[in-house]
């Protein structure tokens, strides 16, 4: 009778173990493997952060870098842009919640699910995973350079600078619709 309490004590952790870890986030600028803030997604304080797969957005966006930190965004514009290249990851509720505060969802990004590309072995799937958008942009914004695949270090020149994770308000509304 002990050992079945047990294996159901076990099985009921890992139950509950597998129901918080079910979120699929799609990252396409800082959040990435070797860029300036993957110590979230790493961070076990933050909740639990699982790499997948490598991925491709379904849809082209436009992504652009701007504010005077150089921060990378997915403006929300389907068909224009690029299929933009990034990582998928699997969170937890914690780390989910961790990522929203980095995003200030929804206040300037707005976390929505997205179709995103992976390849595994020798082909293609599609899976559904959250991705952070900015939707209220100036239309100007499209006039700016757009790229397939962000890295802070790439030869746009255009590093990003860490500002104690965030960027006043001032910042962020210069790139929002008045």
């Known amino acids: 009778m002990i050992l079945l309490e047990v294996i159901s004590i076990r099985a009921n952790t890992f139950v509950q173990l597998i129901r918080t870890m079910t979120h699929k986030v799609f990252v396409y600028g800082t959040l990435k493997r070797n860029e300036p803030n ?35 965004f997915l403006l929300h514009s389907p068909g224009d842009g690029h299929h933009v290249r990034g990582e998928v990851y699997e969170v937890d509720d914690t ?8 995003e200030d969802h929804p206040n300037y990004y707005v976390r929505e ?30 006039s700016k350079q757009q790229f397939e695949n962000y890295s802070s270090s790439g030869s746009h020149g255009l590093r990003y600078l860490e500002s104690n994770n965030e960027s006043s308000t001032d910042d962020l509304d210069d790139m929002l619709r008045k």
């Open 95 to 102: 780390m989910l919640s961790k990522l929203d505060i980095l």
């Open 38 to 72: 993957h110590h979230w997604l790493t961070n076990p304080d933050h909740g639990s952060g699982k790499f997948l797969a490598e991925g491709t957005t379904k849809s082209k966006y436009p992504l652009i870098i701007g504010t005077k930190y150089n921060i990378p």
């Open 113 to 142: 699910i997205d179709d995103i590309v992976i390849k595994l072995d020798s082909h293609e799937e599609i899976v559904k995973c959250w991705v952070y958008f900015l939707k209220n942009f100036r239309p100007e914004l499209l």
